[in-house]
């Protein structure tokens, strides 16, 4: 297995969990220059923000943006839609606000990780959570140092691989910079024996008093006379209880950022280029998973589930051809039959969830599962040993009973084995909660689905054409900066 693989295995959901932690970030030259005159009046167009008095061009921020899209590609993670670019964009500002402000306060007090540090927390004693976690055997729940000292041996001649890994150690190396941090100041503050003092004696000291209140509502409005001018000298002598905020009326326009002829020739070019691969593929799930922007779901879908574009395709049963390309939902896609079965269109189960983790590796909820099927064989309810041993405590005070639920609602090794398993069958299925002892109950009638397999490529705006048309918006705010020029130009 390639080292890349290997990651992208591993760590797609742990990348989406970290990185709004810290960011992947390249060193980038200043695009900008200081300028005067000119240039400066021109600068400003391109400036994006200003973070502690620093301006932020666009171009800078921009490339980060890029960067960041890059690792969750890299990451085999869902399609960079319009929705998740957004997010992207908005955890790259936070991080650049973190560069200007955080790493400032770590370089004037001298706070720093050498490489001895990291060397440490990725091949010590003691290894880094992110190390523990992209590390641990899933089968027995112990992290497993050879797996680590492999892969870093394969990075050396993976480039795609190296990068990967470098924005891990990245995370490392923040984190840690942020635990001294943290540390330096909490080592600071302390509170002095007086001020325990003091505070205990006002935790302490209690006093009893009397006292007699006259209620506003208890005096009639008609009793008490206000002139205008009373209502006058109030009001001027708490006018600042009074202010608000200024309010604008503006008006403006939008430069949409739209996918260019070339980005859609690109992707075109890139689906049809992926095609023969796809077609040529050993496993195509997995090239799926490391290729597409949509990871394969695994699902058995009925005919009249499956987009129109793709029914006579798979009505021929055909495992051999890949279909396309086509334009859906914007993306370009190739489709490939992966298998064609009968199967029921729902399925009514009950299950006794054991799980496992740290603290019970699979193998160990393995063993209590088996024991548990035998009690069951042996004439033991199936109600009572889920009541008294399932870890899913919804379905567990019913008998581990989850009602019927169609294909594709389950994780899909739980939903795998409902749904391929006869009526009455006991059976077991691993999964990232643990082991499930499940029986079916009852099953719908079964109808033919399909299971396919789909490789996508977005139809995105790419960097070149976000930077020209954040130009063409710079260059209107440039030569219409005037209300009149304004309405002039967009008239």
Same mark, same amino acid.
């Given at each position: 297995?390639?080292?890349?693989?290997?990651?992208?295995?591993?760590?797609?959901?742990?990348?989406?969990?970290?990185?709004? +932690?810290?960011?992947?970030?390249?060193? =980038?030259?200043?695009?900008?220059?200081?300028?005067?005159?000119?240039?400066?009046?021109?600068? #400003? $167009?391109?400036?994006?923000?200003?973070?502690?008095?620093?301006?932020?061009?666009?171009?800078?921020?921009?490339?980060?943006?890029?960067?960041?899209?890059?690792?969750?590609?890299?990451?085999?993670?869902?399609?960079?839609?319009?929705?998740?670019?957004?997010?992207?964009?908005?955890?790259?500002?936070?991080?650049?606000?973190?560069?200007?402000?955080?790493?400032?306060?770590?370089?004037?007090?001298?706070?720093? =990780?050498?490489?001895?540090?990291?060397?440490?927390?990725? +091949?010590?004693?003691?290894?880094?959570?992110?190390?523990?976690?992209?590390?641990?055997?899933?089968?027995?729940? *112990?992290?497993?140092?050879?797996?680590?000292?492999?892969?870093?041996?394969?990075?050396?001649?993976?480039?795609?691989?190296?990068?990967?890994?470098?924005?891990?150690?990245?995370?490392?190396?923040?984190?840690?910079?942020? &635990?001294? $941090?943290?540390?330096?100041?909490? #080592?600071?503050?302390?509170?002095?024996?007086?001020?325990?003092?003091?505070? @205990?004696?006002?935790?302490?000291?209690?006093?009893?008093?009397?006292?007699?209140?006259?209620? $506003?509502?208890? =005096?009639?409005?008609?009793?008490?006379?206000? %002139?205008?001018?009373?209502?006058?000298?109030?009001?001027?002598?708490?006018?600042?209880?009074? #202010?608000?905020?200024?309010?604008?009326?503006?008006?403006?326009?939008?430069?949409?950022?739209?996918?260019?002829?070339?980005?859609?020739?690109?992707?075109?070019?890139?689906?049809?280029?992926?095609?023969?691969?796809?077609?040529?593929?050993?496993?195509?799930?997995?090239?799926?998973?490391? &290729?597409?922007?949509?990871?394969?779901?695994?699902?058995?879908?009925?005919?009249?589930?499956?987009?129109?574009?793709?029914?006579?395709?798979?009505?021929?049963?055909?495992?051999?051809?890949?279909?396309?390309?086509?334009?859906?939902?914007?993306?370009?896609?190739?489709?490939?039959?992966?298998?064609?079965?009968?199967?029921?269109?729902? *399925?009514?189960?009950?299950?006794?969830?054991?799980?496992?983790?740290?603290?019970?590796?699979?193998?160990?909820?393995?063993?209590?599962?088996?024991?548990?099927?035998?009690?069951?064989?042996?004439?033991?309810?199936?109600?009572?040993?889920?009541?008294?041993?399932?870890?899913?405590?919804?379905?567990?005070?019913?008998?581990?009973?989850?009602?019927?639920?169609?294909?594709?609602?389950?994780?899909?090794?739980?939903?795998?084995?409902?749904?391929?398993?006869? #009526?009455?069958? +006991?059976?077991?299925?691993?999964?990232?909660?643990?082991?499930?002892?499940?029986?079916? +109950?009852?099953?719908?009638?079964?109808?033919?689905?399909?299971?396919?397999?789909?490789?996508?490529?977005?139809?995105?705006?790419?960097?070149?054409?976000?930077?020209?048309? $954040? %130009?063409?918006?710079?260059?209107?705010?440039?030569? @219409?900066?005037?209300?009149?020029?304004?309405?002039?130009?967009?008239?």
């Amino acid at each position: 297995m390639s080292a890349i693989q290997f990651l992208r295995e591993k760590a797609g959901v742990f990348v989406a969990v970290i990185i709004g +932690l810290a960011l992947f970030l390249f060193v =980038v030259s200043d695009f900008f220059g200081g300028g005067t005159g000119q240039n400066r009046r021109i600068r #400003k $167009y391109y400036e994006l923000g200003e973070i502690a008095g620093e301006y932020i061009s666009y171009q800078d921020f921009e490339e980060r943006v890029q960067n960041l899209v890059e690792i969750y590609k890299l990451s085999g993670m869902a399609t960079i839609d319009e929705s998740a670019y957004e997010s992207i964009r908005e955890q790259v500002w936070q991080q650049m606000v973190r560069e200007k402000i955080q790493d400032n306060q770590y370089k004037n007090l001298g706070i720093g =990780v050498s490489s001895e540090e990291v060397d440490e927390l990725v +091949l010590g004693n003691n290894p880094h959570p992110i190390v523990m976690q992209l590390f641990t055997d899933q089968s027995t729940g *112990v992290f497993n140092r050879s797996f680590l000292v492999n892969f870093l041996k394969q990075i050396d001649i993976d480039e795609t691989a190296k990068r990967y890994w470098l924005f891990f150690e990245n995370e490392i190396v923040n984190d840690r910079m942020n &635990t001294k $941090y943290n540390n330096l100041v909490s #080592k600071g503050l302390y509170v002095t024996s007086k001020q325990a003092e003091f505070d @205990n004696m006002l935790n302490s000291n209690t006093v009893d008093f009397s006292y007699i209140m006259k209620n $506003y509502a208890s =005096v009639p409005d008609s009793s008490v006379k206000i %002139s205008q001018s009373d209502l006058e000298a109030y009001y001027n002598a708490h006018k600042n209880n009074y #202010k608000r905020s200024a309010l604008r009326d503006i008006e403006y326009v939008t430069f949409d950022i739209v996918p260019s002829e070339n980005d859609i020739k690109d992707a075109e070019d890139w689906i049809t280029r992926t095609k023969e691969e796809f077609a040529a593929a050993v496993n195509p799930v997995e090239f799926i998973n490391l &290729t597409a922007d949509t990871r394969h779901t695994s699902f058995y879908v009925p005919l009249e589930d499956i987009s129109e574009n793709l029914r006579d395709f798979v009505k021929s049963e055909d495992k051999a051809t890949v279909f396309g390309p086509y334009q859906e939902d914007g993306s370009f896609k190739v489709a490939k039959l992966i298998d064609a079965a009968n199967r029921p269109d729902s *399925v009514r189960a009950r299950h006794i969830l054991i799980s496992s983790g740290q603290l019970r590796p699979l193998t160990r909820a393995q063993a209590i599962a088996d024991s548990l099927i035998n009690l069951i064989k042996s004439g033991v309810s199936f109600d009572v040993l889920a009541m008294a041993n399932s870890e899913d405590q919804g379905s567990a005070q019913v008998g581990g009973d989850l009602g019927w639920f169609p294909e594709g609602m389950m994780v899909v090794p739980f939903n795998n084995a409902c749904f391929t398993a006869k #009526k009455g069958d +006991l059976t077991t299925a691993e999964t990232i909660y643990g082991v499930h002892i499940i029986e079916v +109950l009852e099953k719908s009638k079964d109808v033919r689905k399909y299971d396919i397999g789909i490789v996508d490529r977005a139809i995105t705006a790419s960097s070149t054409t976000n930077q020209k048309i $954040y %130009s063409e918006a710079s260059q209107f705010a440039g030569n @219409n900066n005037t209300y009149e020029q304004f309405n002039n130009s967009i008239a």
